[in-house]
């Protein structure tokens, strides 16, 4: 899943529409599912007979990825709750053992979807695949300021000594 925030306070002042935020989101993520897919091509040097067969496979695995990353968002965010509320040790433990399950199914999808990956691409090339997706998710969190390399960003990760994130905007715990 692709995260992208523009500061709320901001977006009123500077005229931007609830559509126009929306543009620029989907035009981010089209963005980045184009470099995603180039970068991917490009490490696992398909053949145009490999990519066929290949992407109509890793887009289903990719689709049950989003589909779970936005059960585990939402596992997420009831455990939060249930803490912040101060809910009783059985449901805090209920929303715990959900947050875990939602987690651990995130990672259960490329696994389950390995022997299809190995009978298209090998063995080789389905262990660079993996590797190729670690590196991808490692550029571009560092192309948004938030790995070692940074960026020049105002929010750089931490939060500021009240706790809140500047400018309002979304960070990854809650987009």
Excluded at 22 to 30: G, I, S, T
Excluded at 58 to 79: G, I, P, T, V
Excluded at 132 to 140: C, G, L, V
């Amino acid at each position: 899943m692709v995260c992208v925030a523009l500061p709320a306070q901001n977006n009123k002042q500077q005229g931007f529409t609830k559509e126009d935020v929306q543009r620029f989101k989907d035009n981010a993520k089209e963005r980045i599912r184009a470099e995603h897919i180039a970068y991917l091509t490009a490490e696992l040097d398909l053949t145009p007979e490999e990519a066929q067969v290949f992407w109509p496979i890793y887009n289903k695995a990719s689709d049950e990825q989003r589909a779970q990353h936005k059960a585990f968002s939402e596992a997420k965010k009831a455990l939060r709750l249930a803490v912040k509320e101060g809910r009783g040790d059985s449901e805090i433990r209920k929303a715990l053992d959900e947050y875990n399950k939602a987690k651990a199914s995130q990672h259960d999808i490329m696994a389950e979807y390995q022997k299809d990956f190995e009978k298209i691409l090998g063995v080789a090339k389905t262990a660079k695949l993996y590797l190729a997706e670690d590196s991808f998710r490692t550029r571009q969190i560092n192309k948004l300021g938030g790995g070692k390399s940074g960026g020049n960003r105002q929010y750089n990760g931490q939060r500021p000594h009240n706790g809140q994130r500047q400018g309002g905007a979304k960070g990854p715990d809650n987009c």
